[in-house]
């Protein structure tokens, strides 16, 4: 196999499964993966770093806050992050290991990844969450999740380093309020931007 082309991890199985596994480039994996589809994780190796690559770096972050004025902060926890080439319907992990970050109160703007990947087209872009929590004066609440996988479509061009923003609008995706409870829809958009 071409080093370019990535290690493969089948990931065949008809119900969607976590996969967790070590690559050689230490990268941790885990991602939901549906039918059929396959997983390439790029080794960072002599070997693969001649050839023309870019590298990926996964910024979190909010664009509007949340209505409730009791909310202080919120926190996610975000577990996957992987971009899906068409032409052999790949995901390409850029993101493994559980991070979490605040969205409102500093620090925030989390990166979570770096990583070297192929330049090329990607058409779409999952986002996998583990928890989200919500700060109000009388301390911290856990939010229902609405759903814990975001997929997005769209046209992401990979043609030199990258940070791929990944941007939580807090304003619609957070209902609720501390005695009734929260409930978390993300409502994320994505951008390619330059490496920052």
């Known amino acids: 196999m071409d080093p370019s082309d990535g290690r493969m991890l089948n ?24 039918a059929g589809c396959d997983l390439a994780v790029y080794p ?30 919120v926190e996610v926890t975000v577990d996957t992050v992987a ?4 032409f052999d319907d790949r995901w390409i992990l850029l993101a493994g290991d559980e991070v979490t970050t605040t969205l409102v109160a500093e620090p925030r703007n989390a990166t979570v990844a770096d990583v070297p990947m192929r330049m090329q087209a990607y058409d779409k872009i999952s986002l996998g969450i583990t928890q989200v929590r919500v700060a109000t004066e009388d301390g911290w ?16 061009l990979v043609d030199t380093d990258i940070t791929l923003a990944l941007t939580f609008d807090l304003l619609s995706g957070l209902e609720g309020d501390a005695r009734a409870g929260f409930v978390f829809e993300p409502l994320v958009t994505a951008d390619i931007l330059p490496a920052r």
């Open 83 to 86: 971009m899906h080439r068409a």
């Open 11 to 34: 990931a065949s199985n008809p119900i969607a499964t976590p996969l967790l596994a070590r690559a050689a480039g230490s990268l941790s994996l885990a991602l939901l993966l549906g």
């Open 44 to 73: 960072t190796t002599a070997e693969y770093v001649a050839q023309e690559a870019a590298r990926a770096s996964v910024d979190l972050d909010a664009a509007s806050m949340p209505a409730a004025a009791d909310v202080v902060d």
């Open 141 to 156: 609440h856990e939010a229902t999740l609405a759903r814990d996988e975001v997929e997005l479509d769209g046209e992401f």
